[in-house]
């Protein structure tokens, strides 16, 4: 029975987001203590279902070049001829975390203009660090055992490669991913100070007019997702541990 609490928990908080972003005014009264009179309680600017689908989007795109980037250049450096290119790799996906995403949206709007393509290079640049070092570390600490008898079977590089070593690195570049997702859902909020559609366009209507209940909105709905989307993928993290036997 124990098991089963967290699951209904999720379910039920699942259930909770889906209903409130699908029929918002059935939460009014939930909000309406927190607004002055007269104030909506619920933001109505946009669709809240919308806001949300696109700002999944706009993170699941970014996340997703990240994932093609740096899992190629942890591959790149991890094999013989591209161990040189370590340290430059890693000053690369540094970028990223030394440049805060605001100052990366400021220096990319005037090349990319306003709008969703400036979040997409914050969040891109963002997500690298995470998903890099994660994917170097499950290469390189793979069980030698395991590597010499896949050489021993005569297998080629490319086949150790996607028949052992990814399957095995598996989990640990999935851990990555996940850390990846839940800093791209938070991070993205700030895309909307450069016009693009996320979530963020519910807090800043809520500081702009010293609504709570608009911030209170913006910000329950990021948060439930990141722990939804972070419960969902570790549980595929540990899927993947116990299929290759590094539970």
Same mark, same amino acid.
């Given at each position: 029975m124990?098991?089963?609490?967290?699951l209904?928990?999720?379910?039920?908080?699942?259930?909770?987001?889906?209903a409130?972003l699908a029929?918002?005014?059935?939460?009014?009264?939930?909000?309406?203590p927190l607004v002055?009179?007269?104030a909506p309680?619920?933001y109505?600017q946009?669709s809240?279902?919308s806001?949300? #689908?696109?700002? #999944?989007?706009t993170?699941?795109?970014?996340?997703?070049?990240?994932?093609?980037?740096?899992?190629?250049?942890?591959?790149?450096v991890?094999?013989?001829?591209? @161990?040189e290119?370590?340290?430059?790799? *890693?000053?690369?996906v540094?970028?990223?975390q030394?440049?805060?995403?605001?100052?990366?949206? @400021?220096?990319? +709007?005037?090349? #990319?203009?306003?709008?969703?393509? =400036?979040?997409? +290079?914050a969040?891109?640049?963002?997500?690298?660090? =995470?998903?890099?070092?994660n994917?170097?570390?499950?290469?390189?600490t793979?069980?030698p055992?395991?590597?010499?008898a896949a050489?021993?079977?005569?297998?080629?590089?490319?086949?150790?490669?996607? *028949?052992?070593?990814?399957?095995? @690195?598996m989990?640990?570049?999935?851990?990555g991913?996940?850390?990846?997702l839940v800093i791209?859902?938070?991070?993205?909020t700030?895309?909307?100070? +450069?016009?693009?559609?996320?979530?963020?366009?519910?807090?800043?209507?809520?500081?702009?007019?010293?609504?709570?209940a608009f911030?209170?909105?913006?910000?329950?709905?990021?948060?439930v997702? @990141?722990?939804?989307?972070y419960?969902?993928?570790?549980?595929?993290?540990?899927?993947?541990?116990? *299929?290759v036997?590094?539970a």
């Amino acid at each position: 029975m124990k098991g089963w609490i967290p699951l209904i928990l999720r379910g039920s908080l699942l259930a909770l987001l889906l209903a409130f972003l699908a029929f918002p005014g059935w939460f009014e009264p939930v909000f309406r203590p927190l607004v002055q009179a007269n104030a909506p309680a619920i933001y109505a600017q946009g669709s809240l279902l919308s806001l949300t #689908l696109l700002h #999944l989007r706009t993170v699941a795109i970014a996340t997703a070049g990240a994932i093609v980037v740096a899992v190629s250049m942890a591959i790149v450096v991890t094999r013989p001829f591209g @161990a040189e290119f370590l340290p430059l790799s *890693r000053t690369l996906v540094n970028i990223g975390q030394t440049f805060p995403p605001v100052a990366v949206l @400021a220096l990319a +709007v005037p090349i #990319l203009g306003f709008g969703e393509k =400036p979040t997409l +290079v914050a969040l891109f640049l963002y997500g690298l660090l =995470p998903i890099f070092e994660n994917t170097l570390t499950g290469l390189t600490t793979l069980p030698p055992a395991v590597l010499e008898a896949a050489r021993g079977t005569g297998m080629t590089a490319s086949q150790r490669l996607f *028949r052992v070593e990814l399957p095995l @690195a598996m989990p640990v570049i999935l851990a990555g991913i996940r850390l990846s997702l839940v800093i791209g859902l938070a991070t993205a909020t700030i895309g909307s100070t +450069v016009a693009a559609k996320t979530l963020g366009e519910v807090i800043i209507a809520g500081l702009q007019s010293n609504n709570l209940a608009f911030v209170l909105q913006g910000g329950v709905i990021v948060g439930v997702l @990141a722990i939804l989307i972070y419960d969902g993928l570790s549980a595929v993290e540990r899927m993947a541990a116990r *299929r290759v036997g590094r539970a």
